[in-house]
C-alpha cells in the first residue's frame, strides 16, 4: 500500500514538474544571453567568429561528457570516473594505434568498447555488488582507470595519431567545428532517446523513485547497467575528440571535466536527487562553463578566479532550485 | 515596444564598448604568455620578468596559466583564446609538449609567431621562433666544476640523476659526469631517484652501505640533494653536496652551512629575454632558435641576495 501511495505521489510529481521545468529552462537560457552580453560588453574580441568558434570546439568535448554524466545524475547517481575512464580508454587506443599500427578505425571502436566496458563494471559494481553508491564505486573506478592509464606507458604521452582519429576533433566545416555537429547529433538521440523510447522513460522513473520503479515492473538494475554503459561511452567519445584536438593521447587528460560534467549538468537544472532534469539545458549548462572561462581568458583574469567562479556559479544554481521548491511545497500546502 | 527599445539600448551600450576599446591607443606590441601556471614560485618569478620588460617596453602583456601544471587541456584553451585575441606575439611554455603540436599549428595558421620558454617542443616540431631555457648540461658542469673545486683527485661521488628519460636531468648529471671525471674524480654510483626527496634520501643510505667513503655529491635537482643531505646527516657525515633549481629550501640549506651550493635556473631572465625577442621577432630581426637563459651557482656567498630578490616578487 505504502508503495502504491509513493507511486501515485511520484506520478502527480512529474506532471506538476512540467511548467516547473520550463521555468528553470528559460532561466537558464536567460542566464547564458546575459553572461554572454557582459562578456561582449567587457570584451570586443568576445563576440567574433573566431572567439565563438573557439568557444565551441572548447566546449564539445565537456559537452559529450555531460551527456553520460546527465544519465547519471538523472537516476539519483553520480559518474565521478569520466575523466579517468576518458584517459584510460583513449591512452589503450593510442597503445594500439600508434605503438602497434594497428588500423585506426578498429582502434577507435576498442576506445569506445572499453570506455562502455568500464562504465558497465560501474554498473556492475552498483548493482551485482550491490556497492551502497555509485560516488564508492565511480571513484574507485577513477582512481583505478587513472593508474592504469599512467602504467601503461610509464607516464608517457603518445603522439601524432592518423588523420582519421584526428578527423572530428581537429577539422572544420566552413568556420564551424566538426565537433559541433557530433554534439548536436549525440544531443537530439539522447533527448529522442530519453522522451520517445520506454527505456529513457524508465530512466526517469528510477531516478523518481527506485522502489516504486521495480514495483511497476520495470527492470531497475538493467536500467542502471545501461546508464553507467553510456557513461563510460561517452566518455569515451569525448576522449577520441579530445585526441583529435590536441593530436595525443596522455594518461593525465580528462582531469578537469570530472568536475566540469557535474556542474554543468547541476546549472542546468537537473536534480541531484534524480529523477528531474531535461537534457536540453545540460547544453546549456556546458555553454555557461565555457563562456565564464573563455570570457575570463579574453579578460586576462587569474585562472584560479574562473575556478573560484564556476563554483560559485553551481553554489547559486542549486541554491536557486532549492528557493523554487520551498515556494512550491508552501504554494501545495 | 518597451522590450524592443531595451533591446536596442542594451545593443547601442554593447557598441559604444566595443568602439572604445577599438579607439585606445594601440600599444606598440601585444603578447599572449601561456605559462604552465601562474601558482608556484617559480612561475611567478618567469611572470615577472616578463611583466617588468614588457612595462619597460610598452609592450601590452596578455598572462595566462592554469591553476596547476597538469591543467592540460585549459592551458590549450588558454592558447587558442590568446589566439583568438589577434595578438602580435605568443609566448608559450608547454605543459605537455606532445598534446600542443595542433595548437600551435593553429597559432601558424593565423601567422602568429611562437617563443618557446623553460620547455621545448618534441623533436621535429619547428614551428617557432626561439626556445628560451636553460642549457642542462652547462648548468650540470658549472655543478660539476664548483663540486670538483671542494674535492681532490681520486674522491668518490655520488651522482643521482632524475627519472630515465627525463632529458633536463639527464643532461645535467651528464654536464657533472664530464667535469668531474675530467677532474680526477671517481664516479662511486650514478642512481636515479625521481626528482623526489624521500627517494634521494633512501638512495643515499644504500649507496652509503657500499661506499662509506664518498666524499662528494651531485643531484640533478635540490629535492633530490636535500633528501641526500638527511641520509649523510644521520649517518654523521659532512661533504660538498651540490643541487640544481635553487629552490627557497636549499637557499636556506646552503646558509645554514649545510648544503655546499645549488644551480639555479635565469626563469627570471625567461621572461624578460622573452619579451624582447618578442619585439625583435616583430621587427624581423634574425633570432637564434636557441636560447640559452644561463644559470648560476649559488653558494654562501650569494644564496641571500637570491633569496630577497625572490621574497620581493609577489
Known sequence: ????????????????????????????????????????????????VD??????????????????????????GIDLSVGSVLALSTMLMGVVCVNHGVDPYLSMLLCLAVGGGLGLLNGLMLTKMSLPHPFISTMGMKMMARGAALVITA???????????????????????????????LYACMYLFLTRTATGRYIYAVGGNKEASRLSGIKVHRVLNLVY???????????????????????????????????????????????????????????????????????????????????????LAVYIDVLRQKVMQVGRR | MQKKRLVAI??????????????????????????????????????????????????????????????????????????????????????????????????????????????????????????????????????????????????????????????????????AEEVLKAAGMVIASKQPAFSDREKGYTLTQNVLQANPDIAGVFAANDEMVLGSLRAMQQAGKKVPMIGVDANEDALKSILAGDLYGSVAQGNYDMGRIAIEKALEAKAGKKIDKRIDSGATMMTKDNAQSLLDFRMSIK
Open chain 1, 1 to 48: 500500500m505504502a508503495h502504491e501511495r509513493e507511486a501515485a505521489a511520484a506520478g502527480q510529481e512529474a506532471k506538476k514538474q512540467k511548467p516547473r521545468k520550463n521555468m528553470y529552462s528559460v532561466g537558464v537560457i536567460l542566464s547564458l544571453i546575459l553572461l554572454s552580453l557582459v562578456m561582449a560588453v567587457l570584451s570586443p574580441r568576445f563576440l567574433t
Open chain 1, 229 to 315: 554503459t553510456l557513461s563510460g561511452f561517452t566518455a569515451a567519445l569525448a576522449g577520441i575528440v579530445l585526441v583529435g584536438r590536441v593530436n595525443a593521447a596522455y594518461p593525465l587528460a580528462g582531469q578537469d571535466y570530472d568536475s566540469d560534467a557535474i556542474a554543468a549538468v547541476i546549472i542546468g537544472g537537473a536534480s541531484f536527487f534524480g529523477g528531474v532534469g531535461s537534457i536540453g539545458n545540460t547544453i546549456i549548462g556546458v555553454l555557461i562553463i565555457a563562456v565564464l572561462r573563455n570570457g575570463l581568458n579574453l579578460l586576462n583574469v587569474d585562472s584560479n578566479y574562473q575556478t573560484f567562479a564556476i563554483g560559485a556559479v553551481i553554489i
Open chain 1, 51 to 76: 572567439n565563438l568558434t573557439n568557444v565551441a570546439s572548447q566546449a564539445a568535448v565537456s559537452a559529450i561528457i555531460s551527456c553520460g554524466m546527465f544519465l547519471a545524475i538523472l537516476t539519483g
Open chain 2, 10 to 175: 542594451v545593443m547601442a551600450l554593447v557598441f559604444a564598448f566595443v568602439l572604445c576599446a577599438g579607439a585606445a591607443a594601440a600599444p606598440k606590441l601585444k603578447v599572449g604568455m601561456v605559462l604552465k601556471t601562474l601558482s608556484s614560485q617559480y612561475w611567478k618569478i618567469v611572470a615577472a620578468g616578463a611583466k617588468a620588460a614588457a612595462d619597460k617596453a610598452g609592450v601590452e602583456l596578455i598572462l595566462l596559466g592554469p591553476p596547476t601544471e597538469d591543467a592540460i587541456e585549459q592551458q590549450i584553451n588558454m592558447v587558442q583564446d590568446v589566439i583568438s585575441q589577434k595578438v602580435d606575439v605568443i609566448v608559450f611554455s608547454p605543459s605537455q609538449p606532445a598534446a600542443s603540436i595542433n595548437v600551435l599549428n593553429q597559432a601558424k595558421k593565423k601567422k602568429i609567431p611562437v617563443i618557446l620558454v623553460d620547455t621545448g617542443m618534441p623533436a621535429g616540431f619547428n614551428d617557432y621562433v626561439t626556445f628560451i631555457g636553460t642549457d642542462n648540461l652547462a648548468a650540470g658542469k658549472a655543478g660539476g666544476k664548483a663540486l670538483a673545486a671542494q674535492l681532490k683527485k681520486g674522491d668518490k661521488v655520488l651522482l643521482i640523476d632524475g627519472a630515465p628519460g627525463n632529458p633536463s636531468c639527464n643532461d645535467r648529471v651528464k654536464g
Open chain 1, 155 to 185: 607516464a608517457a604521452p603518445i603522439s601524432i595519431f592518423p588523420e582519421p582519429v584526428q578527423f572530428i576533433g581537429n577539422n572544420y566545416l566552413g568556420p564551424l567545428p566538426l565537433s559541433l555537429f557530433l554534439v548536436a547529433i
